[in-house]
């Protein structure tokens, strides 16, 4: 396969400032790692957060992007799991050291010394990654690219989310009707879920698009729904939906929080949490969850609702994820 020597790259050079398109050399695979060249790389809100400087540890400059899909075309030393041309994708958690104590019990997602896509190694705004093999997924050929790139973040930390809301769940809320949970929605409805869809008020056209999606009931934030919810999930990085959504949480029933960044949580009495109700954070992923969704995700089957921008307008792509200018996910295409 013919690699050039240079490519395309939208660049993060100071935070708070938008993305520079930048003709940069064709990365090489290092020890462990394959160069993949990229079909469709998913804009997340966590790329958002990285932007505009509400996370403030990224290489600079850097590529972001961490919703990946692509075919592999080299490989570094060592690197012998994938063919050329094989189809994988490219996730946020980019490497663990494997050796801290939260790696030696099954928590590489809190590892001491981790590497994630598009914030501490570039990402997928570009023609080409390099990425370590072993951190890297089989993507199933029954997905185009742009559709599957969503499932590599918005859908695993969806999902993460999802299992960490415990047993005993019927009746699920769900805080911000974006790319996660539009396609958690379709997870946990083919599990027999009931989900509960809560938007900004007045975000009628987001309410609509959660009932189309099978949300029992869809309605603004601040309201209480038919019944109380056995669990939430907040993907909103608004602090006070916490408080709301513990409010309408049933005995025993816990409050996940999906995002990296979330704005302050106000003060609360503490009968919204007595009786048992929890709230906690998750925190990236591990290998085990990309596997079981990406393995998962075809059978459901999950369909993801995908709004396409070439490479160079990552900057409008970005914009309209910060509008809320569209129901789904933002993915760009190298074309
Ligand atoms: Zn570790
Ligand atoms: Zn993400």
Not at 149 to 171: D, Q, W
Not at 226 to 233: S, V
Not at 240 to 261: E, F, N, Q
Not at 291 to 303: I, S, T, Y
Request: proline share 8%; aromatic share 8%; glycine share 12%.
């Amino acid at each position: 396969m013919d690699i050039p020597q240079t490519m395309r790259a939208m660049v993060l050079e100071a935070p708070g400032e938008p993305l520079v398109p930048r003709e940069r050399p064709v990365p090489e695979p290092d020890k462990g790692q394959v160069l993949v060249r990229v079909e469709a790389c998913g804009v997340c809100r966590t790329d958002l957060h990285i932007v505009d400087g509400e996370l403030n540890k990224p290489r600079l400059p850097l590529i972001p992007g961490h919703e990946i899909v692509g075919r592999v075309v080299a490989a570094g030393d060592g690197a012998g799991r994938y063919e050329a041309g094989s189809r994988v994708g490219v996730p946020w958690l980019g490497h663990v050291d494997g050796t801290c104590r939260y790696c030696r019990r099954g928590q590489e997602n809190l590892c001491d010394h981790p590497l994630f896509t598009g914030y501490t190694m570039d990402g997928g705004y570009a023609e080409y990654v390099v990425a370590f093999e072993d951190f890297c997924f089989p993507v199933p050929e029954s997905y185009a690219a742009p559709q599957a790139a969503p499932l590599l973040c918005a859908g695993l930390i969806g999902y993460r989310a999802y299992r960490m809301t415990g047993e005993h769940v019927e009746r699920l809320g769900l805080y911000g009707f974006g790319a996660a949970a539009h396609i958690l929605a379709q997870v946990a409805v083919h599990e027999g879920k009931q989900i509960y869809a809560f938007t900004k008020p007045g975000d009628e056209r987001s309410q609509e698009f959660a009932r189309r999606l099978g949300a029992q009931w869809a309605g603004a934030s601040g309201q209480a729904p038919p019944e109380t919810l056995d669990a939430a999930i907040i993907f909103a990085p608004v602090g006070p939906l916490v408080v709301d959504a513990l409010r309408v949480t049933d005995k025993g029933g816990s409050v996940v929080c999906g995002g990296i960044h979330m704005s302050d949580i106000p003060q609360f009495p503490y009968r919204l949490l007595w009786e048992e109700r929890t709230v906690r954070s998750v925190a990236n992923l591990t290998r085990r969850d990309g596997e079981e969704l990406l393995a998962m995700a075809p059978r459901v089957p999950v369909a993801t609702e995908v709004h396409t921008f070439p490479l160079a307008k990552a900057n409008e792509a970005l914009d309209q994820l910060r509008s809320g200018a569209f129901d789904g996910a933002a993915v760009l295409t190298m074309g």
